[in-house]
């Protein structure tokens, strides 16, 4: 048994970091947020927005946090502290949008999925997929308490049982019922153009939705 | 609220050219859609609308591409209404034209134009002008500081690395104020709103979906970052999609389809699942889809004023393939019931 995770660093200070801080704050966890750059740029922000968190450069958090959080541009993936990240668990947040990352046939192609190919470059960190599909302000919206009837699913892809289940169980804190689609590669049924992408319903109908939808190749 | 703080408050309509249907439901050219959007303007201008403010995208769903274009055209028919853009993707311009183009706007309408800047939600313009999507950050940061400069509207001397330097360069005409007003648009991006904190520009959030309160934390980070820049923390204003129609039922009936359409054709690019009657109707009662009777449309709006402290709202009309007589009408009840009856309301103990 892994040790129970307290410290959640996330990587990125955009909009879904913001909103990830917050909800990791509300549910008891110490929490660290690195920008790209120095972690002065960012402590306003991250003072005013996610009062309660620390900024940090991105390898503070990285070599602090019990579990990372990505999210940033997927784009840049490869500005990621990989050295700081080895053997530690990660949250892979980020999806690929044509709007910020422009052409990318790297993380376009339909063999890989988008997580897949972070998971190759962080070769020594144990990547798991998770908070991908549902935007960020019903993240926001829509975090409730254990039991709430009206509480929403979030999928969970990733290839090792026990950090998928110490992910199902931040999911689970942070306001979401955890649903473990299977391995890393099924992550491809939750990024643009998948089976639940965008979408913010129960667990029970991300579940069908999920095992009803075809890829079309 | 206070007599004096609610006149302070201005309401806006604001649009993308979207392209509307006829009566037999047959999409109307993009040459007609922007005669609309003229017919709108004239309209909302007669009925004492504050502000019009003109999205730009390069997308066969919108027809406007060039906002200080159309706002020209504006400029000529109308007397009072203030012409903006909502917003200008700065980053794939160059903020001289802009400049040049606005202080001519300004110069038809006798001082009416105003410029919002944005990083723009979409990025079509970055292949359709030559720039790279790695140069965001950079696009838009350099030029928003090489504009800031611009508007003191003195010799400018300015070096960056996504544009020619100038040395002592004088851009013309001058308006007759000396001040051509400038805002930064928001989408919720954090860096953006320090960003303009950091300029001193006052800030318009973007507010689309999900309910409009998450937005305070973000003007009050305006406000510290302002404080701490040494700046001024102008009035705040916001931007969300809506529509109004006698009865609430029939503003839903008209809008769903049309917000679903245009939902989910760009989700159909950005790979989203199509919208959910259910999600829209969520939007409509706990976020930020102004839809409704004027009674519904009012006190929704008057409850996000009273909510974010903003000083402006702006309503955007006729998003998707809408009838064009329904719009029309639409911008008369909120010219003529919905404003009034936000400014009531606002007054009650």
Not at chain 2, 209 to 226: C, H, K, N, T
């Amino acid at each position: 048994m892994a040790d129970s995770i307290k410290t959640i660093g996330i990587i990125g200070a955009g909009k879904v970091s913001i909103v990830l801080a917050q909800l990791a704050i509300k549910a008891g966890y110490n929490v660290l947020i690195a920008g790209s750059g120095s972690a002065e740029k960012i402590a306003l922000t991250v003072s005013v927005l996610a009062p309660g968190s620390t900024a940090l450069t991105s390898a503070e958090v990285a070599t602090q946090a019990d579990l990372i959080i990505l999210a940033i541009p997927l784009g840049r993936y490869k500005e990621l502290p990989k050295k700081e990240l080895k053997n530690k668990l990660i949250i892979d947040s980020m999806n690929y949008w044509w709007e910020i990352d422009g052409d990318r046939p790297d993380l376009t192609g339909t063999d890989v999925s988008s997580s897949e190919a972070v998971q190759q470059f962080l070769s020594e960190s144990r990547v798991v997929k998770a908070f991908n599909h549902v935007g960020y302000h019903d993240l926001h919206n829509e975090a409730r308490p254990v039991g709430s009837i009206d509480r929403k699913g979030v999928a969970i892809a990733g290839d090792n049982t026990e950090d998928v289940e110490q992910v199902a169980e931040v999911v689970n804190n942070l306001g979401f019922d955890p649903l473990l689609i299977g391995p890393l590669a099924e992550g491809k049924k939750l990024q643009p153009g998948g089976a639940v992408f965008g979408a913010h319903v129960n667990a029970e109908t991300l579940k069908q939705m999920i095992n009803s939808f075809v890829i079309i190749e | 609220m206070t007599d004096k703080e609610i006149a302070k408050i201005q309401f806006g309509l604001d649009s993308f050219g979207d392209i509307p249907v006829d009566e037999d439901g047959k999409l109307f050219t993009h040459a007609e859609a922007i005669r609309q959007v003229v017919k709108e303007a004239v309209l909302a201008d007669e009925l004492g609308i504050d502000v019009i403010a003109l999205g730009e995208h390069h997308r066969p769903d919108f027809s406007i591409s060039s906002p200080e274009t159309v706002l020209a055209g504006i400029a000529t028919v109308t007397k009072n209404i203030k012409l903006a853009s909502g917003v200008t993707v700065l980053s794939s311009d160059d903020p001289v034209r802009v400049f040049e183009r606005f202080a001519t706007v300004d110069a038809l309408s006798n001082g009416r134009a105003s410029v919002i800047l944005g990083r723009g939600s979409f990025t079509e313009s970055f292949p359709l002008f030559g720039y790279e999507m790695t140069d965001y950050e950079t696009l838009f940061e350099e030029k928003v500081e090489l504009f800031s400069k611009l508007l003191k509207e003195e010799p400018v001397t300015w070096e960056g690395t996504m544009r020619a330097s100038l040395d002592n360069a004088d851009v013309f005409p001058k308006t007759e104020s000396g001040h051509l007003e400038t805002m930064i648009g928001v989408g919720g991006s954090p860096q953006s709103v320090v960003r303009a904190a950091h300029y001193g520009f006052p800030l318009m959030l973007a507010i689309i979906g999900g309910s409009p309160d998450r937005f305070v934390p973000y003007i009050d980070l305006y406000q510290r970052a302002a404080k701490e820049f040494g700046t001024t923390a102008h009035p705040v204003g916001m931007h969300s999609p809506g529509f109004i129609a006698d009865t609430d039922k029939e503003a839903r009936d008209i809008a769903w389809p049309a917000h679903k359409a245009n939902f989910d054709r760009i989700g159909k690019t950005r790979g989203w699942t199509p919208m959910k009657r259910d999600h829209f109707i969520d939007e409509v009662e706990n976020g930020s889809l102004y839809i409704g009777s004027v009674e519904t449309v009012a006190q929704k709006i008057a409850k996000s004023i009273k909510t974010l402290k903003v000083e402006r709202f702006d309503l955007v009309y006729g998003g998707g393939p809408m009838a064009a007589s329904a719009r029309l009408k639409m911008v008369q009840l909120y010219g003529e019931k919905v404003i009034p009856r936000v400014r009531e309301i606002l007054a009650e103990k």
